[in-house]
């Protein structure tokens, strides 16, 4: 009897109630986790292996109620409802009690097996709030597990939970929703004749669920139950119901409806959770005023953007410093003289041209600016400093017909912008996608800021890097602009719940740096040392001079950079840091000083800058937007880069020279 059984578990619940995070701590997965609402915007799945079972794990994206409001809430109360997923786990903010009870309510209306995760109680019991999980699960009549997902605390016992439920060695004996009489007396008579007319889809979702759906009014219920034969005059009679309902309490049928949702919701959490202590947080509501402030709060976003790339800066030449020097003097010299024990010294040469450099080049190049960059990045999104900065730059977001959820998908955009693309679903029309991601696409992400910083921040200074980082914004603002007005439309406005500031912790900060380095690694590194190897062979049999020759009108004549320069910024579509990488490999130099004026430096950067992302961000415009309008939006990168890089080039020229 012991064969594996596999078994699907959904992870259901509020947005950003830590559902990611057990995900990951059940799946070993990196889903993107972080302190802003709206994360996960795609079911994603993973396997666990426990106790005899094979798990089948999902993370839902979060949703605050399970009405038609949304496309994701429809997805969400399908997949419940239909697909029917043996357990699911509803994982609940203790420190929001009565909003995450509201979304059990409804869950249990959907009669779904059900087991719930009290997550965050530390940063509840840090407000002061005492939740009691075994009378929460009395009253529910399901299991409650208390646990702090970010530590993995409670975790096992969920899992031992979901098992005993499984087994039915825990009995589950859900609490039935009643509504007030009148309400409730309407709605047992709609079920039943739902029960009885409509057995086809009573079998899909309890009738009773499909009765209270249709009081209040459900669009696409309304259209499920039309579709069948008889679905007429149900939807007729339910009509007359809510009116009746309407009539008695002088407000519209599904605000009757939510609002006494509400009231056992928040009944419950009344009953179950206890203030102990007047909260602790005055330092976390003086950092909220301060950094959501009408005026304070944009130099503060300056100087948090100029401390992170300052700061990426410094440690990423301490460590460009110490690593060269150790591959230099140390780690390559030492490998030749191996190798050339064994191998005839033609070979000896091509290995360390095409191999040994490219590896050296992408250490010392790209990852001393990444990891800084990925670990800065990492405590932002944790502390919950995003949603404020969508909160200010809502106005001028405005301006580009877009609102300030989209400045979240900008400031993750400097991290990767690949996940940046897929994040700006979290906008409400497709309208806004379009436009988020079009400007998405021109935020330098890390491998462009290792160009940027380790080319001109280096060779010229930070200022003038950071100028870089400033006249992105203005381009960016100016396309958004223009892209806003070739695709008119008024952004929908700011809805988003904003999140209290938490204490990043350390170990997600450095789980998620260390997910985002091995990616990093494992894509890049065999790109790069590939790249290395065509380049040297390109070098070997001459192409390398036809090529060049071709292209020198565009990149002598219009961008003033050397001919050689050209060869490297094709590659970079590839990956962007692979434009200075085998730009070093074909110069034979770490050093940039002997390859490229100050100019050119600059000339180089703002082209790798702005033309087309690599190849993934091409990948993800053409998941998210089709090919066309992806293809539309490389073109206008690419001749956008030509543009700015020539004039740039002239003008520079002119005022230096
Ligand atoms: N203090 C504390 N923080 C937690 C806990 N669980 C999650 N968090 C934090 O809460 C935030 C949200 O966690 P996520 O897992 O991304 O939330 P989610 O439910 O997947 O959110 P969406 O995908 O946006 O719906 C992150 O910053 C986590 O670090 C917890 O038990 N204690
Ligand atoms: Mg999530």
Same mark, same amino acid.
């Given at each position: 009897m012991e064969a594996k059984r596999r078994i699907t578990v959904a992870l259901a619940g509020n947005a950003n109630v830590g559902k990611s995070v057990i995900f990951n701590q059940l799946t070993g997965l990196d889903q993107v986790i972080g302190n802003w609402p709206g994360k996960t915007v795609e079911r994603a799945e993973g396997t666990l292996h426990y106790h005899g079972y094979t798990f089948k794990v999902l993370d839902l994206p979060g949703t605050y109620s399970l009405s038609a409001f949304s496309i994701e809430e429809i997805v969400a109360r399908d997949y419940i409802a239909i697909e029917r997923p043996n357990v699911i786990v509803n994982i609940v903010d203790a420190s929001a009690l009565e909003r995450n009870l509201y979304f059990t309510i409804q869950l249990l209306e959907l009669e779904a097996p059900m087991v719930m995760a009290l997550n965050q109680v530390d940063f509840a019991a840090k407000k002061g709030i005492r939740v009691d999980g075994e009378k929460l699960s009395k009253v529910l009549g399901i299991p409650v597990v208390a646990t702090v997902a970010i530590t993995g605390t409670g975790i096992n016992e969920l899992l031992s939970t979901i098992v005993k439920v499984l087994e039915g060695k825990t009995k589950l004996t859900p609490l039935k929703i009643s509504y007030g009489k009148e309400i409730e007396d309407r709605v047992e008579k709609l079920e039943l004749t739902i029960r009885k007319k409509l057995p086809g889809l009573s079998a899909k979702y309890p009738a009773r669920w499909i009765a209270v759906k249709l009081l209040e009014r459900d669009e696409d219920i309304i259209r499920k139950v039309e579709g069948y034969q008889q679905g007429l005059e149900i939807s007729a009679l339910a009509s007359t119901i809510a009116e009746e309902i309407e009539r008695i309490h002088g407000e519209p049928s599904p605000i009757v409806i939510a609002s006494e949702r509400y009231s056992i919701a928040s009944g419950m959490a009344k009953d179950v959770a206890h203030i102990e202590a007047p909260p602790r947080l005055h330092l976390e509501e003086r950092l909220d005023s301060i950094t959501a402030h009408k005026v304070l709060g944009y130099p503060i976003l300056a100087l948090v953007m100029a401390t992170m790339f300052a700061t990426i800066f410094i440690a990423g030449n301490i460590l460009v410093g110490a690593l060269e020097t150790l591959f230099e003097d140390l780690l390559i010299p030492a490998t030749l003289y191996l190798l050339s024990t064994v191998l005839p010294p033609s070979l000896v040469d091509l290995v360390s041209k095409g191999f040994l450099s490219g590896i050296a080049a992408g250490v010392t190049i790209a990852l001393p600016y990444i990891v800084p960059f990925y670990i800065i990045l990492s405590i932002l999104e944790d502390s919950g400093y995003l949603p404020r900065v969508a909160f200010l730059l809502d106005n001028p977001m405005h301006k580009i017909g877009l609102h300030g959820k989209a400045s979240i998908c900008l400031l993750l955009g400097y991290g990767c912008n690949v996940p940046a693309c897929t994040g700006c679903r979290i906008m409400e029309t497709q309208r806004e996608r379009l436009l988020g991601g079009f400007v998405t696409v021109l935020i330098p992400c890390t491998a462009r800021t290792v160009v940027i910083l380790g080319l001109v921040g280096r060779y010229i200074g930070i200022p003038a890097a950071l100028g870089l980082y400033a006249f992105d914004l203005f381009l960016i603002f100016t396309l958004g602009r223009i892209g806003f007005k070739t695709l008119p439309g008024e952004p929908v406005g700011l809805i988003m719940e904003m999140p209290p500031y938490k204490m990043p912790s350390m170990k997600a900060v450095a789980r998620k740096t260390w997910a985002r380095t091995r990616d990093f690694v494992y894509i890049a590194f065999p790109l790069i040392i590939a790249g290395s190897v065509v380049l040297e062979a390109l070098a070997v049999t001459g192409l390398i001079w036809a090529i060049a020759d071709l292209m020198s009108p565009l *990149?002598? %004549?219009? #961008? %003033?950079?050397?001919?050689?320069?050209g060869i490297p910024i094709i590659f %970079? *579509? #590839?990956?962007?840091e692979l434009t200075l990488i085998l730009l070093a490999d074909l110069a034979g130099t770490l050093n940039f000083n002997q390859v490229l004026t100050p100019v050119q430096m600059v000339v180089f950067s703002l082209v790798t800058m702005i033309y087309v992302p690599c190849i993934a961000t091409i990948a993800a415009l053409v998941r998210e937007f089709k090919w066309k309008k992806a293809l539309a939006i490389s073109i206008i990168d690419i001749l956008l880069a030509l543009l700015v890089g020539g004039v740039t080039f002239r003008l520079l020229s002119r005022i230096l020279g």
């Open positions: *990149i002598v %004549g219009w #961008l %003033g950079l050397p001919s050689i320069a %970079g *579509i #590839l990956r962007k």
